[in-house]
Structures are given as structure tokens and as C-alpha cells.
């Protein structure tokens, strides 16, 4: 009976010292392993690095935010997207209409409708005309609207594409379909892109940072900043806005630096030592992120601490520290990218302006929505031109899809406020910065705003730019996953050079 | 009925041209054999002879019936048909020479050689009109045909300028150096592949072998251009998948050249194409950002060395020579450690020093950097006025 | 889990970590009759269930003996880091906090 119980007791301690590393292990050393050995360490290792034994590590392996040079000579170093969650109205910002007010509140024309699914209009609804006044600024002479007092003086430093168009008309499909190039999960997002191919600069900090504004993350979750099947070590780092930037930065009271140090290294030789068994690339992505945390400790606080910025900075950007706002993290990306960080993505929350309350109204809640980034997204353009990053850095402006000329009308019923749907046909996107051709508009809708007409331009075009202005042949840019060769522009995309400098 | 024998006999000829070449080298081989009794071999020899002269004869006759039926040039077969009467004429001669003595004479040796010279030459010449003359030089590694000064002129396809791109011909200047570059080397008056030549309008006109290769205004129903849409393993995909391919806008402008009326004249902005089009022709004289610089890449161990000092350092793009050099992860560079740099003076083009302890005593070294072309000194010490000189 | 420098820095720094790390170590520094050596084998197989290896459990003694030495010299930081302890004890908890922090303790099967 006792004799029993102590062998149970030995095959269950044996069965729970088990895990799936050490059966595949086993796979690989026992049981014929040479045939299997190339299935399963089929996972990328790393382009040197062979399944056991002798692993030979190049510098990136060791280091995969190692800098890299560019394929070729990109004019931009670093990017800073800023990303207005929900999705904007071109048409009370950038694409002027003033033959759409003739047609305020009469019935849309059948054309229109036909053959197209809208995310909440139903039925024939009403055109709803511009709610903005327009002028034109700038030697460009872009229109831009009073909603945009102060982003108007820099009319001259931006591009615009005004016939953006995408496929997707729900927010978190749309999302992803911008900031990974598809509308499923499971792509890298534009930032990991760029950070696994061109590494960053600076040791002490992430190379891809995500701040967010507005009360909330994005409808599509972490994963438009995630690195789908690159190795997670690209994945974008969100940074608190509000508080402390990143929490635990600071080390448990009486421990120095100097034993922490002692710490990491412990726990990365322990590790260094699984992943010469295992040759799992996430342990050498786990190694990274300690010595990357223990270099962040020093960086960090210094670099997210806007409180010591000189008052015109502030003025500028109207910065209040202390609270989450756009404005805060405009000036943040400013000084990240000022330390080298390759990739800096703002997402601002609340721009889904359906019509259904006073925040969601075109004329009041887009207002207000629209002051409180007009300011800093200024600031941020003519902060980083002051300082001569303007021309290394790739600034880009967006939604992830446009909203209709017609007024929503959700189940049939006049909406409360006026409020326009999701629209995928058309809305305006705008670049500016490093290899961007300043003061240029790139498309042109129809009369309505419905649709464009002439040089549209698609999310993989889009892509496929931004790529090649960070030094990327967008075909040739590839990621090896389950068999075949991935880019982040799929089989699609074409250049815009009629915006690039 | 029987009017095929005489195109078939002429495709016969690259099998029939083998039979003298063998036989014939056969019989000089045999010449030049150490033979212990004398000359035992003379039979074989005269045999060898009469046969090869036979075979030449037949081959010959093939070829001329090619000649006649394939469509080749007199200027580009004249040599070679030269060359294959000379050999069916020297085969007899040698035989009726061996035939006519018991010993080997050194005169017919020297002879017997000649003949396979001159085979040897005809045949060369032969190969060239089937493969093209770059057959065996193709191969070659680039630096060895330059040697050879055979280096092909590329085709570039078409050169189009800002300034007057639209009223380039489009036939002349656009679409003929699109063919040039894509199916030139296959189709051209020396080399007709499917009997079709595409090296000019009065050619491409005239069609190959399935007819005409375009309808004017109907590019779907023009194999000159329908037959690039095919998917690359469909066997009348042009050109041949393993080639290259032409691109999306070169295939779109011939489609564009087609559907406006396949005309010889007429400019780019008659036919309605836009800038776009041809954005990618337009040869822009842009001014390189960085200099050009002949320095090969830095080597890796070097590159190690700077970061290991702490340096961030990287080429400027891939495959160049010149750095990009930042002091972002060592903010306690100061003068001194300007040494760090000595070695790749020459080479650096992007020097980012903001934020060190660098104070005006650097300013002087940074005029020795021949290739500098971005520098960034925010927040350090130097002051302005040192920078008078500079 | 993640794999993220936050990630590492919540494992490491977090007071709900670093309790769990010195409370874990008294269990097993008493039960170990406060031999180095056989405390680390036993913290090891009480977070991960399976004997620690030769390798391993030098660098973590390294470890427990680099952070002995400094409680040692510096008693202040050893009751800021672990108030009530000895150096032997603050070094443990040290140590289980760099075992929690161990890849397969992260993402055990």
C-alpha cells in the first residue's frame, strides 16, 4: 500500500517537472531527432543560430535592437503617428465640399446608396452639409477649417491625401487594417516593422513607444501595436500617460543598483543557459527585456518627466503635467524621438462623432475633440522643426477610416445631434516631416466628399510610402513565417511619389 | 501533300551538322594516331573522309533549305554557308589526296587541321545563328566579359525628362524601348523566336508565326500584350518566366500604346497618359544627400570597436562606406575622446554630438571630415561664434 | 505572458512580488536549518516544482553571496529592503526574487 503511494507520488512529481520544452527537447535528443529537429526548430532561431549545440549568434541575435543600417538612404530616422481613434470627419476638417451644403438635408441620391452597406445608417438618409467654415492657407493654399485655427499656420509643412480609402467599417477591423496592413489579428503592426528592421538607437529605451489619450486604448486593443509572428521583442511599449509613465521603475527600497544589477544578470544566465537547450527565441527576447528594464530605470523617469520643459514649451504645446492628454504626449513623442526612440504612436480616443450625444456631435463634440489636439499637433510639427528633426522625422496624421456626407441615422430615426457614419470611401490622411514634399494634397473626392476620383490612395499605399521613406523596399521587406515569406503590404501597394520630396 | 519535307529537312539541320563534325574530326583524330605499322590505318582514313564529305554535303543542303524557309538574314548566313561548302569541299579533296598515296604525308596532316579549322570556325558560326552570338559569353562573370570587351550595351528602356516627357514619341521613346529591354534579345532580326521580330514597327507589324501580335484599339485581343497578363507557369506567358519581366507600368503603357491606336507618331500626351504613368522613366538628376563615396564598407570588427567605446554607429544605408555617428548612449563624450573617432575620419557623413561635454576645441577637427554632412551640436558647449570659421 | 521590459519591471520591482519572494524565503530558510545551499535547491523546487541545475544554482549562490556581502556591509539597506531580517535572509529574498523572475518560472508549460 505505502510501497504504492510512493511510486504514485514519484510519476506525478516526474509528470509535473514536465513541461512542453523539455518533451520537445526529448523529441529532438531521443527519439529521432534528426528528422524532426528542422520541424521544430523550424521557429526562426535567428539567422545564424542552429538547433543545439553549436549556436552561432550574431550580433542581432544577441541584441535584437541592435541598430541596422536601412537598405537604402531613407530621409526619415524615426516616425511619429499619431493615430485619432474612431475616426474623424475629412469633410469638417480637410476636404472642403461646398457643393454638399446645396444638398443639406435633402434625401441621398439612390446612386449613392447602391449596393453599399453602411455600419448604421439604414434606409435614405439625409446629406448633412459641412459643418465647418473653410479658407485656404498657406502658399499651398490647403483648406483647412476653423476647426484647425492653429494647424492652419502650418499648412505649408504637410502633405495631405485626401482620397484615402480602406475596406473595413467597423473600428477594430479598421484599426488593424491600418497599423498591421490586415484586418485580422495576427499581422505586425507598422512599428514593429520598422523597429525589427532598423533597430533603435538609443540602449536605454524601447524602440517603439505607445502612448494613448482620451479615456480609452483603441477598440481594437493592443494588438495594432503588437508584433504579431516577429519576435515580441518588437511589440510597441505603452507608456502611461498619467502617473508614473511606466510603474516599478523604481527599486525595491535598500537594494542598490549595484545588486540589481547582480540580479538581472543572475536571471539572464539562467536563462542564457535555457536557451541553449531549448533555442526558444522568446528567451533570448526575455533576456533583452531584462537588460532593457534595467537600462530603462535610469532613462525613463528622466526622458517622460515633462515638468522640467522651459514655460514656452508648455505655452506651445499647452501641456498641463500631471493629467493624460494629447498634449502631453505630443511633447512626449517630441523628446522620445529627441532620444532616439525609432517609433512613437499616439492614439487619441473619441473621435467617433455619430451624432447620438453632444460629445458625438459634429458640430459641438468634434469641435472640442479638435481643440484639444489642434494646438499640440502644431506645437509638436514646429518643435521638432526647431530643433531640426522635422527632416529626419515622419510624422503622420489619421483615422482609421472617414465618415459619410450623410447624416447618420441609426435604425431610420433621426439622430438627437448631427452626426455623420463610418465611411470607408473616402477620408483625408496627412504626413509631414522627413522625405515628405511639404505643402502638397494628394487626391480628390467627388463633390460629396463620397468617393475619390483621382488618385486614391489605399492603407497599403499608405504602408508602402511610410516604408519607403524610413529606407524600405516595401516587396523586398520580408519576414519568414509558417513557410513563406510576409510583408507588411501583403501583395499590394503602390508608391505615392507625388509626396515624396 | 509533300510540300512539308523541304521546311522539315531544313529543321533537320542542327541534328544533320553533327554527322560531319563527328565523322570529320573522327578522320583527323585518326591522322595524328601513333600507328606502330605504317600507316594501317590509311583505309579507315580515306573512309572517314569520303563519309564526312558526304555528311557535310547533307547537312549543307539542310541548312540551305533552312535558310530558305526560317526566315534568316543572307548578311548573317552567308559566312557560315561559306564556311560549310568550304568543308564538304576540303572533305573530298583530303580523301582524294589520301586516297592517292600508301604514307601519310606531313602536307596532308597540315591539311587534315585546316579542314578542322575551318569546321570548327563554320560550326561556331552555325551555333552562333541559333543561340546568338553571346551564347557562351552570357555565361561569363561580368569583369571577364568586359575583358573580353564584350560587355552587352543594357538596355535601358525609356529615358524620358521632366521637362519633356510629354511630348516624347510614345512609339519611338516609350514603347519600342520597353520591347528593347524585354523582348529584344529573342526577337530580333538575327534571332526570330516564333518567327516574330520585335525590334521595329514595321516588324512588330508583320506578326511571327501565329499571325499578327497586336490589333490596334484592342489591347485584350493582342498577344503582344495579353500574353504578359498570363500567369508566369502558363506556357504562353512572355516573356519566359525564368527572364526578366517587364514591369506593371511598362505592360500598362503598352496597353495604353495599343488601345490609342498601336500609331508610330504621336506624343505621350496625345495618347492620355498622365505623369504618373511614367514617373518612374523620368530620370531625375538628384542630388545625392550624402557624398558619393568610393570607401568600401566598413569592416565588422571596426564597427564592434566604436560600440564597444559606447558610440552608436551604422552606416548610412546598406553597402555604403559612410557612418552615421551619435553620441546618444554616451553623453560623457567629451574633446578627448575625439580619438575614438580618428580611424573613421574619413567616413563619417551624419555626426550627432548633442547633449556630450564637447566644448569649442572640437570645432577645428570637425573641418577635417571630409564627408560630413549632417552635424548636430544642441546642448553642448560650444558657442556659436566658434562656428564663424567653420 | 507578456514579454515586455514592463513586464520585467512589475516581476522585479513590485512590492506584491517582493513580499511573496521574502515570505516564500523564510518558509524555506527555516526549513532548510539556514544552509545556503540547500535553501536555494528547495526555493527552486518549491516555485518550479523540478531540481535546480548544476549551472543554475552557481549563479544564484553567486548571487545570494554578492547580496550577503553588501547586506553585510550596509545593515540600513537590509532593513529598508527587508525589515526584521538578517543578511543571510535578505539575500534569500533577493534570490527568490531572481528565481520568480527565471523565464521558465514566467512561462512555466
Known amino acids: 500500500m505505502s510501497l504504492d503511494k510512493l511510486l504514485n507520488e514519484l510519476v506525478s512529481q516526474k509528470l509535473q517537472t514536465q513541461t512542453r520544452r523539455h518533451f520537445l527537447l526529448d523529441c529532438v535528443s531521443k527519439m529521432g531527432g534528426l528528422a524532426l529537429a528542422p520541424l521544430l526548430f523550424g521557429c526562426e532561431l535567428g539567422k545564424n543560430g542552429t538547433a543545439n549545440g553549436g549556436l552561432n549568434l550574431s550580433d542581432r541575435d544577441l541584441n535584437p535592437l541592435s541598430p541596422q543600417p536601412a537598405p537604402f538612404l531613407g530621409k526619415a530616422k524615426s516616425i511619429i503617428y499619431l493615430h485619432m481613434a474612431g475616426a474623424p470627419s475629412q469633410l469638417e476638417l480637410f476636404d472642403f465640399k461646398p457643393e454638399l451644403a446645396k444638398y443639406h438635408d435633402q434625401d441621398c441620391p439612390a446612386s449613392l446608396l447602391e449596393g453599399r452597406k453602411f455600419a448604421f445608417i439604414r434606409g435614405v438618409p439625409k446629406m448633412l452639409g459641412p459643418q465647418a467654415k473653410f479658407s485656404q492657407h498657406g502658399e499651398s493654399g490647403a483648406w483647412i477649417s476653423d476647426y484647425l485655427p492653429h494647424f492652419s499656420k502650418v499648412a505649408d509643412e504637410v502633405a495631405f491625401l485626401k482620397a484615402m480609402h480602406t475596406d473595413q467599417f467597423n473600428h477594430g477591423p479598421a484599426q488593424l487594417f491600418m497599423q498591421t496592413g490586415s484586418p485580422r489579428l495576427g499581422r505586425p503592426s507598422l512599428g514593429s516593422w520598422v523597429t525589427y528592421g532598423l533597430g533603435t538607437e538609443n540602449q536605454n529605451l524601447p524602440g517603439f513607444v505607445v502612448l494613448t489619450s482620451g479615456g480609452k486604448t483603441p477598440d481594437a486593443g493592443k494588438s495594432i501595436w503588437g508584433s504579431g509572428f516577429l519576435p515580441s521583442v518588437y511589440q510597441g511599449v505603452q507608456c502611461r500617460s498619467k502617473g508614473d509613465p511606466v510603474l516599478y521603475l523604481e527599486d525595491p527600497h535598500g537594494m542598490s543598483r549595484e545588486l540589481k544589477k547582480h540580479v538581472v544578470s543572475a536571471i539572464n544566465q539562467s536563462n542564457q543557459e535555457d536557451f541553449q537547450n531549448f533555442g526558444d527565441p522568446e528567451i533570448l527576447a526575455r533576456i533583452n527585456q531584462y537588460e532593457m528594464a534595467y537600462r530603462m530605470q535610469i532613462e525613463v523617469p528622466e526622458v517622460m518627466n515633462i515638468n522640467d520643459e522651459p514655460a514656452h514649451i508648455h505655452e506651445l504645446y499647452g501641456t498641463q503635467p500631471g493629467e493624460e492628454s494629447f498634449a502631453n504626449n505630443c511633447l512626449l513623442a517630441r523628446k522620445l524621438v529627441e532620444k532616439g526612440v525609432r517609433v512613437v504612436q499616439l492614439y487619441d480616443w473619441g473621435w467617433d462623432t455619430h451624432g447620438t450625444d453632444h460629445d458625438g456631435s459634429i458640430d459641438m463634440g468634434l469641435r472640442n475633440k479638435c481643440r484639444s489636439i489642434d494646438r499640440p499637433m502644431t506645437a509638436l510639427l514646429l518643435d521638432l522643426k526647431q530643433r531640426g528633426l522635422l527632416e529626419e522625422t515622419l510624422v503622420v496624421w489619421g483615422g482609421e477610416f472617414g465618415r459619410t456626407p450623410m447624416q447618420e441615422n441609426r435604425e431610420g430615426k433621426k439622430m438627437g445631434f448631427m452626426g455623420r457614419d463610418h465611411h470607408v470611401d473616402a477620408f483625408t490622411m496627412w504626413m509631414a516631416g522627413g522625405g515628405v514634399k511639404k505643402g502638397t494634397s494628394y487626391g480628390i473626392t467627388d463633390d460629396f466628399g463620397f468617393a475619390g476620383l483621382e488618385e486614391r490612395t489605399s492603407v497599403h499605399d499608405l504602408h508602402a510610402t511610410i516604408l519607403h521613406l524610413m529606407g524600405f523596399n516595401h516587396e523586398q521587406f520580408t519576414y519568414q513565417f509558417q513557410g513563406r515569406p510576409f510583408r507588411l503590404t501583403d501583395v499590394h501597394g503602390e508608391l505615392i511619389t507625388k509626396i515624396m520630396a | 501533300m509533300t510540300e512539308f519535307l523541304l521546311p522539315l529537312m531544313g529543321r533537320m539541320h542542327p541534328v544533320l551538322v553533327h554527322l560531319p563534325i563527328g565523322i570529320l574530326i573522327f578522320g583527323i583524330l585518326l591522322c595524328f594516331f601513333p600507328q606502330k605499322a605504317k600507316n594501317a590505318l590509311l583505309p579507315s582514313i580515306r573512309l572517314a573522309f569520303l563519309i564526312g564529305g558526304i555528311a557535310a554535303l547533307l547537312a549543307g543542303g539542310s541548312g540551305f533549305l533552312q535558310y530558305q524557309w526560317e526566315g534568316f538574314a543572307w548578311e548573317d548566313v552567308q559566312l557560315h554557308l561559306v564556311g560549310g561548302v568550304v568543308t564538304a569541299v576540303g572533305s573530298f579533296w583530303v580523301y582524294v589526296l589520301v586516297k592517292n598515296v600508301e604514307i601519310l604525308s606531313v602536307k596532308i596532316r597540315v591539311l587534315a587541321l585546316a579542314l578542322g579549322l575551318i569546321l570548327g570556325i563554320t560550326g561556331h558560326w552555325g551555333g552562333n545563328l541559333t543561340h546568338g552570338e553571346g551564347y557562351f559569353t552570357e555565361v561569363l562573370p561580368a569583369d571577364l566579359q568586359s575583358l573580353f570587351g564584350i560587355a552587352a550595351q543594357p538596355e535601358l528602356g525609356p529615358q524620358l525628362t521632366e521637362e519633356t516627357w510629354e511630348n516624347a514619341q510614345l512609339y519611338a521613346e516609350v514603347i519600342q524601348p520597353i520591347l528593347n529591354k524585354n523582348c529584344k534579345s529573342c526577337h530580333n532580326p538575327r534571332n526570330r523566336k516564333g518567327d516574330l521580330d520585335l525590334s521595329s514597327l514595321a516588324a512588330l507589324r508583320k506578326g511571327g508565326e501565329d499571325g499578327q501580335v497586336f490589333t490596334a484599339g484592342d489591347a485584350a485581343h493582342s498577344a503582344l500584350f495579353a500574353r504578359l497578363l498570363l500567369p508566369k507557369d502558363d506556357e504562353k506567358h512572355m516573356p519566359p518566366a525564368e527572364k526578366n519581366q517587364p514591369s506593371k507600368e511598362e505592360i500598362a503603357l503598352l496597353e495604353r500604346w495599343i488601345q490609342s491606336g498601336a500609331k508610330e507618331s504621336g506624343t505621350l500626351a496625345a495618347a492620355g497618359i498622365s505623369k504618373n504613368q511614367v514617373e518612374r522613366f523620368i530620370i531625375k538628376n538628384e542630388i545625392p544627400f550624402y557624398p558619393t563615396s568610393a570607401l568600401a564598407p566598413i569592416a565588422a570588427d571596426s564597427l564592434a570597436g566604436l560600440k564597444q567605446a559606447g558610440l552608436f554607429a551604422e552606416a548610412v544605408e546598406a553597402g555604403s562606406g559612410l557612418l552615421k555617428v551619435s553620441c546618444i548612449n554616451l553623453p560623457s563624450f567629451q574633446d578627448s575622446d575625439w580619438k575614438l573617432l580618428e580611424s573613421v575620419k574619413s567616413r563619417i557623413a551624419y555626426l550627432d554630438l548633442s547633449e556630450t561635454q564637447v566644448t569649442d576645441a572640437v570645432v577645428g577637427q570637425l573641418s577635417a571630415l571630409p564627408n560630413l554632412t549632417v552635424l548636430k551640436l544642441n546642448s553642448t558647449g560650444i558657442a556659436g561664434n566658434s562656428l564663424n570659421n567653420f | ?109
Not at chain 3, 526555493?43 to 531540481?51: K, V
Not at chain 3, 529574498?93 to 512561462?107: K, S
Request: hydrophobic share 45%; charged share 25%.
Open chain 3, 1 to 109: 505572458m507578456t514579454n515586455t521590459p514592463l513586464q520585467a519591471l512589475v516581476t522585479l520591482n513590485d512590492p506584491v512580488y517582493l513580499d511573496a519572494a521574502k515570505a516564500l524565503s523564510q518558509k524555506v530558510w527555516a526549513k532548510s536549518g539556514k544552509n545556503p545551499d540547500v535553501a536555494i535547491q528547495e526555493l527552486y523546487r518549491q516555485l518550479l516544482l523540478m531540481p535546480i541545475s548544476e549551472a543554475k544554482k552557481k549563479s544564484m549562490i553567486e548571487l545570494f553571496a554578492t547580496a550577503k556581502t553588501e547586506f553585510d556591509r550596509d545593515p540600513k539597506a537590509r532593513d529598508e529592503f527587508f525589515p526584521g531580517s538578517d543578511a543571510s535572509l535578505a539575500a534569500l529574498a533577493v534570490t527568490a526574487n531572481a528565481m520568480m523572475n527565471l523565464d521558465e518560472y514566467l512561462t512555466k508549460p
